[in-house]
T-cell receptor, first 111, second 111 residues
């Protein structure tokens, strides 16, 4: 079993839809949880950062962490074509520790 | 401000040749990471430098891969006797506290 599993996709939604992206993990030592967005031929860009369990909201984006279920989610409200990208979940055991990534899911938002 | 800078951005090399990839982290960042991303795959951890501590080399796939970080700043990832399976994007990242920033990557193609 991989340490971090992410739905493989791809995912295609119409503009304005609510998007739900999910990852599960097996290592209970993970404390820091991140979502990165990666556009084609670009480096990953940090979208959301959460420490331990709970929710965090930033504009149209909400990150949720459920440590008891070892499950994290990213919700995108009112999705836009500009949200079309690959989304990667990542997590670590410490603040400056190495990140372990999911494989990423490619999202396409149709106008 | 300046982000993580990587060079070359693209490199085509012949099988069996050595390559060097360079990373200039964000000024003042103490942690530096190298990751590899192959087509359709997530980010694979290679090596992690933190301050003056011994690097975490646990992700290096073989002894053909090595990395050094000089003066706590610039890092070079060296791949000796390149193989076709080394073709990938090599991503460098740096952090100071708990936010990890990535460069745009070095796209390596071994022919």
């Amino acid at each position: 079993q991989k340490e971090v599993e992410q739905d493989p996709g791809p995912l295609s939604v119409p503009e304005g839809a609510i998007v739900s992206l999910n990852c599960t993990y097996s290592n209970s030592a993970f404390q820091y949880f991140m979502w990165y967005r990666q556009y084609s031929r670009k480096g990953p860009e940090l979208l959301m950062y959460t420490y331990s369990s709970g929710n965090k909201e930033d504009g149209r984006f909400t990150a949720q962490v459920d440590k008891s279920s070892k499950y994290i989610s990213l919700f995108i409200r009112d999705s836009q074509p500009s949200d079309s990208a690959t989304y990667l979940c990542a997590m670590s055991t410490g603040a400056n520790s190495k990140l372990t990534f999911g494989k990423g899911i490619t999202l396409s938002v149709r106008p | 401000g300046a982000g993580v800078s990587q060079s070359p951005s693209n490199k085509v090399t012949e099988k069996g040749k050595d390559v060097e990839l360079r990373c200039d982290p964000i000024s003042g960042h103490t942690a530096l990471y190298w990751y590899r991303q192959s087509l359709g795959q997530g980010l694979e951890f290679l090596i992690y430098f933190q301050g003056n501590s011994a690097p975490d080399k646990s992700g290096l796939p073989s002894d053909r891969f090595s990395a050094e970080r000089t003066g706590g700043s610039v890092s070079t990832l060296t791949i000796q006797r390149t193989q076709q399976e080394d073709s990938a994007v090599y991503l460098c990242a740096s952090s100071l506290y708990n936010t990890i920033y990535f460069g745009e990557g070095s796209w390596l193609t071994v022919v």
